[in-house]
DNA sequence: CTACTTAGTTGTGAATTACAACTTTCTGGT
DNA sequence: ACCAGAAAGTTGTAATTCACAACTAAGTAG
């Protein structure tokens, strides 16, 4: 279906892991045959990761918040609409997603200039220091977590990742 | 205002892997820079996706009780605290998850015969009936959903995230 | 035999999210 | 210019999920 190539292997990687997957005795590789499984369980592992490390700042224990704090870092007067669409979450949810930013006073909401109905979301001196933080803890969690793939494999793993994700919000349109 | 407000991509602008990641006119590549997103995204496309084709079976909407039936399926007898252990949740959790499946009858409890405190779980035919669906359903979106994963890939893709997911298992204990 | 540990349950509260209904504003067709 | 419908955002509400604390019952170690 679709046309992009993906680099092949190298050889290191196809040596390791070859021991079957047990847990508490059991040997889950009933379970484990699926992408599905092992990306939910690897989103349980990496958010709870993540929140620990976020601890400290007032974006934790959130999927949406830290998303919606670097878009609007990022992008000035970016909407929540805009925001609920990357997230896939409804707008009811993104609004209080951005509540919870509001309050904690990493941002804050204007009138957009071009329409009334719509809102223009920009970031606070506090808000930006708190964005470089969480990008900070993302990139040591990136590190520290993800240390054991080979450098060369990371790009081929994150490729497949995108890949994978493009695919996916498509089929979901 | 500093949002560029550019037309959606078609379909073809995505066939190539080094295309910028926009959505809703923002490039999000801030975001996508990390494993940690990539994976968070997936697991909630994934869950919705797989919640949609469970929808008729009383284990939808659960992360907890798909990977609770399919043990107790394979391991007759199998301890709610083992399964607490592969599913990374407390115990408190994990109960209420049974009592979940017990209710619909598709497993039932017992006492364990060597420790008293502890109970054995046993598989229904209904509830094996149950699992037979659910691991079609699993085989179904593997299919429809990863398709763009060319067979070799696929393997390659398989192991990394297996490896991904022993590594973080092994770093939180 | 006492103290500690383990298995499981119940109580409770916090957090997340979706759906419905509502207001305000914009847009398109006539 | 007007009216119908769409779109942006908010509020209400209800369901779900999950963790922490406290509890009982049963096993274990000294």
Known sequence: MTTDRTPPMTDTDRTHDEEPLTLAGLQIDVLAGAFSWYIRSLDFVVSRDLDQR?????????????????????YPGVRPSQIAEVLMRDRPTTGRIIDALVKAGDIRREADADDQRAHALFITERGHEVAEQVRNVIQLQEDEFFDFIEPEDREVFMRMLKRAYLNMRKKLE
Do not use: E, Y
């Open 54 to 74: 976020m601890g400290h700042l007032d974006v934790a224990k959130g999927k949406g918040k830290i998303t919606a704090l670097l878009l609007v870092d990022r």
